[in-house]
Protein backbone atom coordinates (compact mmCIF):
# COMPACT_ATOMS: atom_id res chain seq x y z
CA UNK A 1 0.00 0.00 0.00
CA UNK A 2 1.25 3.67 -0.52
CA UNK A 3 2.23 5.37 2.06
CA UNK A 4 2.77 9.28 3.19
CA UNK A 5 5.63 10.42 5.35
CA UNK A 6 6.39 6.16 5.97
CA UNK A 7 2.64 6.20 7.43
CA UNK A 8 -0.29 4.66 5.64
CA UNK A 9 -2.96 6.68 4.40
CA UNK A 10 -4.98 6.59 7.11
CA UNK A 11 -2.44 7.02 9.64
CA UNK A 12 -1.69 9.86 7.69
CA UNK A 13 -4.90 11.87 8.46
CA UNK A 14 -5.34 10.71 11.92
CA UNK A 15 -1.83 12.72 12.35
CA UNK A 16 -3.33 15.37 10.91
CA UNK A 17 -6.24 15.31 13.46
CA UNK A 18 -4.37 15.80 15.98
CA UNK A 19 -3.02 18.87 14.61
CA UNK A 20 -5.44 22.09 16.24
CA UNK A 21 -5.57 23.59 12.38
CA UNK A 22 -9.27 22.55 10.68
CA UNK A 23 -8.45 20.49 7.74
CA UNK A 24 -9.27 21.75 4.25
CA UNK A 25 -9.73 19.34 1.92
CA UNK A 26 -11.07 20.57 -1.40
CA UNK A 27 -13.25 18.21 -3.99
CA UNK A 28 -11.80 16.30 -6.90
CA UNK A 29 -13.09 14.08 -9.25
CA UNK A 30 -10.59 12.90 -11.46
CA UNK A 31 -6.80 12.28 -11.29
CA UNK A 32 -6.03 15.59 -13.28
CA UNK A 33 -7.55 17.57 -10.45
CA UNK A 34 -6.81 15.64 -7.73
CA UNK A 35 -3.15 16.64 -8.82
CA UNK A 36 -3.85 20.07 -8.43
CA UNK A 37 -5.55 20.17 -5.43
CA UNK A 38 -2.30 19.07 -4.16
CA UNK A 39 -0.40 21.39 -6.36
CA UNK A 40 -1.95 24.14 -4.81
CA UNK A 41 -0.87 23.43 -1.56
CA UNK A 42 -3.77 21.21 0.13
CA UNK A 43 -2.76 18.62 2.69
CA UNK A 44 -6.27 16.65 2.07
CA UNK A 45 -8.29 16.20 -0.83
CA UNK A 46 -11.54 14.68 -1.07
CA UNK A 47 -13.73 12.07 -3.89
CA UNK A 48 -16.47 13.95 -5.00
CA UNK A 49 -19.15 11.57 -5.99
CA UNK A 50 -21.24 14.12 -6.99
CA UNK A 51 -17.99 15.28 -9.37
CA UNK A 52 -17.17 11.40 -10.44
CA UNK A 53 -20.60 10.97 -11.63
CA UNK A 54 -20.98 14.21 -13.58
CA UNK A 55 -17.66 13.15 -14.83
CA UNK A 56 -18.06 9.57 -15.51
CA UNK A 57 -21.21 9.35 -16.99
CA UNK A 58 -22.17 12.53 -17.27
CA UNK A 59 -25.36 12.21 -15.01
CA UNK A 60 -26.41 13.81 -11.94
CA UNK A 61 -25.17 12.35 -8.31
CA UNK A 62 -28.83 10.09 -8.05
CA UNK A 63 -27.03 6.93 -6.34
CA UNK A 64 -25.76 6.05 -10.30
CA UNK A 65 -22.36 4.95 -9.81
CA UNK A 66 -21.55 1.75 -8.77
CA UNK A 67 -18.70 0.61 -6.01
CA UNK A 68 -16.15 -0.89 -8.65
CA UNK A 69 -16.56 2.81 -10.82
CA UNK A 70 -16.57 5.05 -7.57
CA UNK A 71 -13.07 2.80 -6.87
CA UNK A 72 -11.50 3.15 -10.02
CA UNK A 73 -12.02 6.70 -9.72
CA UNK A 74 -10.14 6.71 -6.13
CA UNK A 75 -7.45 4.60 -7.18
CA UNK A 76 -6.80 6.62 -10.20
CA UNK A 77 -6.12 9.45 -7.60
CA UNK A 78 -4.57 7.77 -4.86
CA UNK A 79 -1.59 6.41 -7.86
CA UNK A 80 -0.95 10.19 -8.58
CA UNK A 81 -1.36 11.81 -4.64
CA UNK A 82 0.97 12.00 -1.75
CA UNK A 83 -1.78 13.80 0.26
CA UNK A 84 -4.54 11.43 2.21
CA UNK A 85 -7.62 11.16 0.18
CA UNK A 86 -10.93 11.00 1.71
CA UNK A 87 -13.12 9.07 -0.68
CA UNK A 88 -17.30 8.57 -0.54
CA UNK A 89 -18.86 5.18 -0.13
CA UNK A 90 -22.58 6.47 -0.77
CA UNK A 91 -24.66 4.23 1.38
CA UNK A 92 -21.76 0.98 1.19
CA UNK A 93 -23.87 -0.28 -1.66
CA UNK A 94 -26.16 -2.39 0.43
CA UNK A 95 -26.31 -4.34 3.67
CA UNK A 96 -23.66 -4.76 5.62
CA UNK A 97 -22.25 -7.63 4.01
CA UNK A 98 -21.57 -5.54 0.71
CA UNK A 99 -20.28 -2.92 3.16
CA UNK A 100 -17.69 -4.85 5.02
CA UNK A 101 -16.34 -5.79 1.21
CA UNK A 102 -16.38 -2.28 0.15
CA UNK A 103 -14.19 -1.04 2.90
CA UNK A 104 -11.69 -3.74 2.24
CA UNK A 105 -12.21 -2.46 -1.49
CA UNK A 106 -11.00 1.18 -0.63
CA UNK A 107 -8.49 0.69 2.01
CA UNK A 108 -6.66 -1.49 -0.55
CA UNK A 109 -6.83 1.22 -2.68
CA UNK A 110 -5.09 3.01 -0.37
CA UNK A 111 -7.86 5.27 0.69
CA UNK A 112 -7.50 6.88 3.83
CA UNK A 113 -10.88 7.79 4.94
CA UNK A 114 -14.66 7.14 3.92
CA UNK A 115 -17.67 8.44 4.78
CA UNK A 116 -21.35 6.24 4.46
CA UNK A 117 -24.49 7.49 4.56
CA UNK A 118 -27.72 6.42 6.16
CA UNK A 119 -29.74 7.31 3.09
CA UNK A 120 -32.23 4.49 1.61
CA UNK A 121 -30.65 3.09 -1.38
CA UNK A 122 -30.00 4.44 -4.21
CA UNK A 123 -29.05 7.78 -2.85
CA UNK A 124 -28.79 11.27 -3.84
CA UNK A 125 -26.71 14.24 -3.40
CA UNK A 126 -27.25 15.52 0.21
CA UNK A 127 -28.01 18.70 -0.82
CA UNK A 128 -31.08 17.85 -3.53
CA UNK A 129 -34.33 16.94 -2.20
CA UNK A 130 -36.64 13.96 -1.47
CA UNK A 131 -33.86 11.97 0.19
CA UNK A 132 -35.36 8.99 2.80
CA UNK A 133 -32.95 7.77 5.43
CA UNK A 134 -32.69 4.14 6.74
CA UNK A 135 -33.35 3.14 10.46
CA UNK A 136 -30.49 4.77 12.95
CA UNK A 137 -30.20 1.12 13.88
CA UNK A 138 -29.57 -0.17 10.35
CA UNK A 139 -26.61 2.07 9.81
CA UNK A 140 -25.11 1.43 13.51
CA UNK A 141 -24.54 -1.94 12.07
CA UNK A 142 -23.02 -0.80 9.12
CA UNK A 143 -20.39 1.12 10.89
CA UNK A 144 -19.97 -1.98 12.77
CA UNK A 145 -18.63 -4.08 9.14
CA UNK A 146 -16.65 -0.93 8.27
CA UNK A 147 -14.86 -0.99 11.98
CA UNK A 148 -14.54 -4.97 11.56
CA UNK A 149 -13.61 -4.37 8.11
CA UNK A 150 -10.85 -1.57 8.18
CA UNK A 151 -7.30 -1.71 9.34
CA UNK A 152 -5.94 2.23 9.63
CA UNK A 153 -8.86 3.54 7.46
CA UNK A 154 -11.01 6.00 9.35
CA UNK A 155 -14.69 5.97 9.02
CA UNK A 156 -16.88 9.01 8.69
CA UNK A 157 -20.54 8.43 9.56
CA UNK A 158 -22.61 10.41 8.00
CA UNK A 159 -26.41 11.19 8.14
CA UNK A 160 -29.03 12.94 5.71
CA UNK A 161 -31.81 13.04 8.23
CA UNK A 162 -31.47 16.76 8.86
CA UNK A 163 -34.10 16.94 5.60
CA UNK A 164 -36.25 14.39 6.79
CA UNK A 165 -36.29 14.56 10.56
CA UNK A 166 -35.26 17.65 11.28
CA UNK A 167 -31.59 19.12 13.30
CA UNK A 168 -32.22 16.84 16.89
CA UNK A 169 -32.77 13.86 15.13
CA UNK A 170 -29.47 14.34 13.18
CA UNK A 171 -27.94 15.41 16.05
CA UNK A 172 -29.05 12.35 17.89
CA UNK A 173 -27.86 9.95 14.68
CA UNK A 174 -24.19 11.31 15.26
CA UNK A 175 -24.34 11.04 18.51
CA UNK A 176 -25.31 6.87 18.34
CA UNK A 177 -22.68 6.50 14.86
CA UNK A 178 -19.95 8.14 17.61
CA UNK A 179 -20.88 5.40 20.77
CA UNK A 180 -20.65 2.60 17.36
CA UNK A 181 -17.27 3.90 17.00
CA UNK A 182 -17.45 6.23 13.37
CA UNK A 183 -13.99 8.05 13.81
CA UNK A 184 -15.42 11.46 12.53
CA UNK A 185 -19.21 12.22 12.22
CA UNK A 186 -21.34 14.14 9.82
CA UNK A 187 -24.58 15.58 9.53
CA UNK A 188 -25.02 17.00 5.66
CA UNK A 189 -27.03 19.79 4.72
CA UNK A 190 -27.63 21.90 8.21
CA UNK A 191 -29.91 24.86 6.84
CA UNK A 192 -28.31 27.83 9.35
CA UNK A 193 -25.46 29.32 11.08
CA UNK A 194 -27.78 28.47 14.07
CA UNK A 195 -27.68 24.96 13.16
CA UNK A 196 -23.91 24.65 12.45
CA UNK A 197 -23.01 26.00 15.58
CA UNK A 198 -25.63 23.52 17.12
CA UNK A 199 -24.02 20.53 16.12
CA UNK A 200 -20.56 22.14 16.94
CA UNK A 201 -21.79 21.87 20.38
CA UNK A 202 -23.39 18.97 20.57
CA UNK A 203 -21.96 16.27 18.25
CA UNK A 204 -18.90 14.37 19.91
CA UNK A 205 -15.81 13.21 18.45
CA UNK A 206 -14.55 14.93 15.63
CA UNK A 207 -16.69 16.50 13.00
CA UNK A 208 -17.37 16.96 9.30
CA UNK A 209 -18.50 19.66 7.62
CA UNK A 210 -19.32 20.64 3.78
CA UNK A 211 -19.61 23.52 2.17
CA UNK A 212 -21.21 22.75 -1.21
CA UNK A 213 -21.29 26.23 -3.69
CA UNK A 214 -25.56 26.80 -4.15
CA UNK A 215 -26.39 24.12 -1.41
CA UNK A 216 -28.35 24.22 1.58
CA UNK A 217 -25.76 25.04 4.24
CA UNK A 218 -24.43 28.90 4.35
CA UNK A 219 -20.80 29.53 3.24
CA UNK A 220 -18.53 30.57 6.14
CA UNK A 221 -14.89 31.36 5.90
CA UNK A 222 -12.70 27.99 7.31
CA UNK A 223 -11.60 29.86 10.73
CA UNK A 224 -15.18 30.18 11.57
CA UNK A 225 -16.17 26.72 11.18
CA UNK A 226 -12.88 25.71 13.02
CA UNK A 227 -14.31 28.12 16.18
CA UNK A 228 -17.70 25.95 15.88
CA UNK A 229 -15.68 23.10 16.15
CA UNK A 230 -15.53 21.44 13.34
CA UNK A 231 -12.34 19.60 12.46
CA UNK A 232 -12.30 18.74 8.43
CA UNK A 233 -14.23 20.69 5.61
CA UNK A 234 -15.05 19.32 2.42
CA UNK A 235 -15.52 21.52 -0.29
CA UNK A 236 -16.54 18.86 -2.91
CA UNK A 237 -18.29 20.92 -5.58
CA UNK A 238 -15.67 23.49 -6.27
CA UNK A 239 -13.53 21.93 -8.88
CA UNK A 240 -16.15 20.88 -11.31
CA UNK A 241 -18.04 23.57 -11.02
CA UNK A 242 -15.29 26.29 -11.89
CA UNK A 243 -14.19 23.19 -14.45
CA UNK A 244 -17.84 22.85 -16.36
CA UNK A 245 -18.21 27.09 -16.07
CA UNK A 246 -14.68 27.54 -17.84
CA UNK A 247 -14.89 24.55 -20.43
CA UNK A 248 -18.45 26.17 -21.56
CA UNK A 249 -17.38 29.58 -22.12
CA UNK A 250 -14.27 28.08 -24.07
CA UNK A 251 -16.61 26.10 -26.33
CA UNK A 252 -19.07 28.77 -27.24
CA UNK A 253 -16.27 31.27 -28.12
CA UNK A 254 -15.26 28.59 -30.29
CA UNK A 255 -18.48 28.04 -32.08
CA UNK A 256 -18.92 32.02 -32.11
CA UNK A 257 -15.22 32.70 -33.44
CA UNK A 258 -14.74 29.34 -35.54
CA UNK A 259 -10.76 29.49 -33.59
CA UNK A 260 -9.57 29.85 -29.46
CA UNK A 261 -6.55 31.90 -30.67
CA UNK A 262 -8.37 35.37 -29.03
CA UNK A 263 -8.65 32.80 -25.75
CA UNK A 264 -5.57 31.38 -25.16
CA UNK A 265 -4.99 33.60 -22.49
CA UNK A 266 -7.73 31.72 -20.62
CA UNK A 267 -6.30 28.12 -20.97
CA UNK A 268 -2.73 26.47 -19.76
CA UNK A 269 -0.20 26.75 -21.80
CA UNK A 270 1.23 23.32 -23.20
CA UNK A 271 3.92 23.39 -21.07
CA UNK A 272 1.90 24.23 -18.06
CA UNK A 273 -0.50 21.48 -18.32
CA UNK A 274 1.92 18.53 -19.30
CA UNK A 275 4.15 19.89 -16.49
CA UNK A 276 0.68 19.57 -13.76
CA UNK A 277 -0.19 16.11 -15.54
CA UNK A 278 3.58 14.77 -14.38
CA UNK A 279 5.56 14.83 -17.68
CA UNK A 280 8.73 15.74 -16.04
CA UNK A 281 9.13 12.73 -14.17
CA UNK A 282 8.69 10.67 -17.39
CA UNK A 283 11.70 12.77 -18.65
CA UNK A 284 13.43 11.52 -15.80
CA UNK A 285 12.43 8.21 -16.50
CA UNK A 286 13.12 8.29 -20.07
CA UNK A 287 16.44 9.49 -19.21
CA UNK A 288 17.27 6.75 -16.50
CA UNK A 289 15.87 4.06 -18.52
CA UNK A 290 18.11 5.24 -21.76
CA UNK A 291 14.87 5.02 -23.40
CA UNK A 292 16.32 7.32 -26.50
CA UNK A 293 19.10 5.00 -27.24
CA UNK A 294 16.24 2.12 -27.46
CA UNK A 295 13.97 4.40 -29.82
CA UNK A 296 17.28 5.42 -32.02
CA UNK A 297 17.92 1.13 -32.59
CA UNK A 298 14.07 0.54 -32.98
CA UNK A 299 14.21 2.92 -35.90
CA UNK A 300 17.04 1.82 -38.22
Known sequence: MKTINGLSPGKALREMLKQPEIIVAPGCYDALSARLVEQAGFPCAFMTGFGASGSILGQP???????TEMLSVCANMVSVLNIPLIGDVDTGYGNPLNVHRAIREFERAGVAAVHIEDQCFPKRCGHMDKKAVIPAREHVEKIKACLD?????LIIARTDSRATHGINEAIDRVLAYHEAGADIVYIDAPASVEELELIGKKAKGYKF??????????LLPTEELQRLGFNIVIFPCCTIFTAAKAMRQTLAHLKEKGTTREYIDHMTTFKEYTDIVG???????????KVDEFKSVAGN
Open 61 to 67: DYGLMTM
Open 279 to 289: MPVLLEMERRY
Open 209 to 218: VNQTEGGKTP
Open 149 to 153: AREDM
